[in-house]
């Protein structure tokens, strides 16, 4: 059965800052990885997704990598904003099955 | 184009009420899912379609839960005999398809159940 975790749970940096969130899955033989955040009272809102055969993937001042073979993927932020403020989440799908959720990262950025 | 729709945003109700959800996907989106968020909690997968049939409810976390689609597109999600226990966020999310490496899950702005 696949687990996700992620880490840390909670993370306070100040604005401008470059920062790394982490995804780790115990069952490698995914099918795709989606990254999204949650904003409080809200739903989910789709950030990247990388295919099974993809290493990373890019929007704007986001960049997500993933590294099946050791289960884990990164999200990372550049010069991190106030309104980056939100709980990040990752989705991991193997084939046939659903996606599974992370627990998700809570990200502070203060001004 | 108009994105994932639920209904109502809010709802509360007295324990033992009947209550339905309801979920309008992306249009052309084939695949639907519903989610479950309690409070501090992560996403329960609950069940999901693909077109008209559910394939896949072994979400459901009790035989009172139920959920229909009809016309390959709105869903509803019936919880009866309410809970207190059953107060939560619940999601809904489309995709093109199922089963395809390339396609995303979009959500909806969810439907908070408060069961007094």
């Known amino acids: 059965k696949q687990e996700v975790t992620q880490i840390p749970a909670a993370l306070s940096v100040p604005e401008g800052e470059n920062l790394v969130l982490n995804c780790s899955f115990t069952?490698?033989?995914?099918?795709?990885l989606q990254w999204f955040r949650q904003d409080p009272g809200k739903g989910l809102t789709s950030l990247l997704l990388?295919?099974?055969?993809?290493r990373e993937q890019t929007s704007g001042r986001l960049n997500a990598s993933l590294d099946k073979s050791s289960g884990r993927s990164t999200l990372y932020i550049a010069a991190s904003q106030p309104g980056d403020s939100a709980t990040y989440l990752c989705?991991?799908?193997?084939?046939?099955?659903?996606?599974?959720f992370g627990p998700g990262t809570r990200l502070s950025v203060l001004p | 184009g108009a994105g994932v729709s639920q209904s109502p945003s809010n709802k509360v109700t007295e324990k033992g009420k009947d209550v339905e959800l309801r979920c309008d996907p992306i249009?052309?989106?084939?695949?639907l899912y519903w989610y479950r968020q309690s409070l501090g909690q992560g996403l329960e997968f609950l069940i999901y379609f693909q077109g008209n049939s559910a394939p896949d409810k072994s979400g459901l976390p009790s035989d009172r839960f139920s959920a229909e689609r009809t016309g390959g597109s709105v869903s509803t999600l019936t919880i009866q005999r309410t809970q207190q226990e059953d107060s939560a966020v619940y999601l809904c999310?489309?995709?093109?398809?199922?089963?395809?490496?390339?396609?995303?899950?979009?959500f909806g702005p969810g439907t908070r159940l408060t069961v007094t």
């Open positions: 999310a489309s995709s093109l398809g199922w089963s395809g490496e390339s396609y995303e899950q979009y």
């Open positions: 989705a991991v799908r193997n084939y046939g099955q659903n996606f599974v």
């Open positions: 069952d490698s033989a995914i099918y795709n």
């Open positions: 990388i295919q099974s055969s993809q």
């Open positions: 249009s052309g989106h084939t695949a």
